[in-house]
């Protein structure tokens, strides 16, 4: 059973940065299997932040693009945060599932996912 662990999040002030980890323990997750991360704030539907395929493809939700960077190595998915604005607020959840899943698909397709982790940004 594959278990997603995320980490990093916290409070920082408007303009600042944080680094989100997101560790998969318990099986190895394949290879071609898409990575991605999501948020919601309360109240809120979770929508897609960012996503990455196993060749290394990126995408982006379009409120994030130039801050944000999301990485792969091994079990490991990351999001590097930056420029961080008090909308950002909310918890942030990594998911993985088939290599077919892009940002743009219904959170429901993804197989795993995290506890998450909560972002607030003060302004």
């Known amino acids: 059973q594959v278990q997603l662990v995320e980490s990093g999040g916290g409070s920082v002030q408007a303009g600042g940065s944080l680094t989100l980890s997101c560790a998969a323990t318990?099986?190895?997750?394949?290879?071609?299997?898409?990575m991605a991360w999501f948020r919601q704030a309360p109240g809120m539907a979770r929508i897609g932040v960012a996503c990455?395929?196993?060749?290394?493809g990126q995408s982006y939700l379009d409120a994030v693009k130039g801050r944000v960077i999301i990485s792969r190595a091994l079990n490991t998915v990351y999001l590097q945060m930056s420029g961080l604005k008090p909308e950002d607020t909310a918890m942030y959840y990594c998911?993985?599932?088939?290599?077919?899943?892009?940002?743009?698909?219904?959170?429901?397709?993804?197989?795993?996912w995290g506890q998450g982790t909560q972002v607030t940004v003060s302004s």
């Open positions: 998911a993985t599932g088939p290599p077919e899943l892009w940002l743009g698909s219904d959170p429901a397709d993804f197989n795993y």
């Open positions: 318990g099986y190895t997750i394949h290879s071609t299997y898409s």
């Open positions: 990455i395929d196993s060749f290394g």
